[in-house]
């Protein structure tokens, strides 16, 4: 007697379900009557049923909140009239009790302002202003005669001090001159003593060189044996111990310049030459990089051409072996170097880009509802 458990009676249970739901969605999903694409209509209808519920129950929340603002809006209208039509009775309430209690003549102060008061006065009861009071100056002439005084008396104290100040720079330039004079005439003094003092000095010294001539013609007659080291020692009367290079004339001096002109301009030549070689470098390397960037261009449109060409007979081939079978023939040298590799390429295509399909391609379909 077999006793089934529970645990295995539950778990056949649920593999009956599930071969039973799998077996009513594969008729479900293969036939070609109820699939409609793998997609559970009902379940697309519930929930169109849905959006449809949701919008509706949207609509009518916004027509009520529309209602309520439109409610609220006209009330608010009403109260703002009200409020209007209340301020405007207000003023003219106001306006009516002014006009009508509050009128200027009945003011307090209003015979103090009244513009017409002087029509209202008789001749008999106007008075005229006693002397004293406020507005009358009776000393008015004889305030304006001091006020003339005091302005001429201001003038001449002025002008007394604007004379002083000019008298006071009269005399400061003066000084400033005499200062000046003194010290141009202390100046030429000292320049007309010193030129005097070198010109007694010259005189000196003159007297002093035709004495030691003389001295020296002397002692040249009388043969003193002394004179010859004398003149050894004192410098200028030795012609052979006092030998100095003579100075540079004005033509050494021209020919100096003109040798630094030209070396100045030897030097900018050389270096408008280097500046010019240099830009020839530049150029040549410029036109060498330029040529060779067309050389590689013009290589590059030869390497596509010829592939396009190679891919085109290639093409061509492949379509005459389509349409019809060919004899074989011996391949040429070009032909086994350029297109074998790109035949191989395409003979590893699968059968479906080739164009050859079989039953085989279409047994790999519906073998499974998932």
Same mark, same amino acid.
């Given at each position: 007697?077999?006793?089934? =458990?529970?645990? #295995?009676?539950?778990?056949?249970?649920?593999?009956?379900?599930?071969?039973?739901?799998?077996?009513?969605?594969?008729?479900?999903?293969?036939?070609? /009557?109820?699939?409609?694409?793998?997609? %559970?209509? %009902?379940? =697309?209808?519930?929930?169109?049923?849905?959006?449809? +519920?949701?919008?509706?129950?949207?609509? @009518?929340?916004?027509?009520?909140?529309?209602?309520?603002? =439109?409610?609220?809006?006209?009330?608010?209208?009403?109260?703002?009239?009200?409020?209007?039509?209340?301020?405007?009775?207000? @003023?003219?309430?106001? #306006?009516?009790?002014?006009?009508?209690?509050?009128?200027?003549?009945?003011?307090?102060?209003?015979? =103090?302002?009244?513009?017409?008061?002087? /029509?209202?006065?008789?001749?008999?009861?106007?008075?005229?202003?006693?002397?004293?009071?406020?507005?009358? %100056?009776?000393?008015?002439?004889?305030?304006?005669? +001091?006020?003339?005084?005091?302005?001429?008396?201001?003038?001449?104290?002025?002008?007394?001090?604007?004379?002083? *100040?000019?008298?006071?720079?009269?005399?400061? &330039?003066?000084?400033?001159?005499?200062?000046?004079? #003194?010290?141009?005439?202390?100046?030429?003094?000292?320049?007309?003593?010193?030129?005097?003092? +070198?010109?007694?000095?010259?005189?000196?010294?003159?007297?002093?060189?035709?004495?030691?001539?003389? &001295?020296?013609? +002397?002692?040249?007659?009388?043969?003193? $044996?002394?004179?010859?080291?004398?003149?050894?020692?004192? $410098?200028?009367?030795?012609?052979?111990?006092?030998?100095?290079?003579?100075?540079?004339?004005?033509?050494?001096?021209? @020919?100096?310049?003109?040798?630094?002109?030209? #070396?100045?301009?030897?030097?900018?030549?050389?270096?408008?030459?280097? %500046? &010019?070689?240099?830009?020839?470098?530049?150029?040549?390397?410029?036109?060498?990089?330029?040529?060779?960037?067309?050389?590689?261009?013009?290589?590059?449109?030869?390497?596509?051409?010829?592939?396009?060409?190679?891919?085109?007979?290639?093409?061509?081939?492949?379509?005459?072996?389509?349409?019809? $079978?060919?004899? $074989?023939?011996?391949? *040429?040298?070009?032909?086994?170097?350029?297109?074998?590799?790109?035949?191989?390429?395409?003979?590893?295509?699968?059968?479906?880009?080739?164009?050859?399909?079989?039953?085989?391609?279409?047994?790999?379909?519906?073998?499974?509802?998932?």
């Amino acid at each position: 007697m077999n006793v089934e =458990l529970s645990s #295995e009676r539950e778990a056949r249970l649920s593999l009956e379900r599930r071969r039973h739901r799998e077996a009513e969605r594969r008729l479900r999903v293969f036939d070609d /009557k109820l699939r409609t694409m793998g997609v %559970d209509t %009902d379940v =697309l209808a519930a929930q169109v049923q849905e959006k449809k +519920r949701q919008e509706g129950k949207a609509k @009518q929340e916004q027509a009520a909140f529309d209602a309520d603002v =439109l409610h609220q809006s006209k009330a608010a209208a009403l109260l703002q009239n009200r409020q209007t039509k209340q301020k405007l009775a207000l @003023q003219k309430a106001l #306006e009516t009790f002014r006009s009508q209690n509050q009128q200027p003549q009945t003011r307090r102060e209003f015979d =103090l302002n009244d513009p017409d008061s002087w /029509k209202k006065t008789d001749q008999s009861d106007a008075q005229m202003i006693l002397p004293g009071l406020v507005g009358e %100056d009776p000393a008015k002439s004889s305030r304006e005669q +001091r006020q003339k005084e005091q302005l001429r008396e201001w003038l001449i104290q002025q002008q007394a001090e604007l004379d002083a *100040s000019r008298s006071r720079q009269e005399e400061e &330039e003066q000084r400033h001159n005499r200062s000046r004079e #003194e010290t141009l005439n202390r100046a030429g003094e000292h320049l007309h003593l010193q030129a005097e003092r +070198r010109k007694e000095a010259a005189v000196a010294t003159q007297n002093y060189n035709l004495a030691m001539i003389e &001295e020296k013609h +002397r002692r040249k007659q009388q043969n003193d $044996p002394d004179y010859d080291q004398e003149t050894a020692a004192v $410098p200028g009367f030795s012609p052979s111990a006092d030998v100095r290079p003579p100075p540079e004339t004005v033509q050494q001096v021209i @020919q100096f310049q003109k040798y630094q002109i030209q #070396e100045k301009k030897r030097i900018e030549m050389e270096k408008k030459q280097e %500046d &010019e070689r240099h830009e020839r470098v530049r150029l040549d390397s410029a036109r060498a990089a330029l040529l060779m960037e067309r050389r590689q261009a013009r290589l590059g449109k030869q390497l596509r051409q010829q592939l396009d060409s190679a891919n085109g007979q290639l093409a061509q081939t492949h379509k005459q072996q389509s349409v019809r $079978p060919r004899q $074989p023939s011996r391949p *040429s040298l070009w032909r086994l170097k350029h297109l074998l590799p790109v035949a191989r390429l395409v003979d590893r295509k699968p059968d479906i880009e080739r164009g050859q399909i079989d039953e085989s391609f279409f047994l790999k379909f519906n073998t499974c509802s998932r």
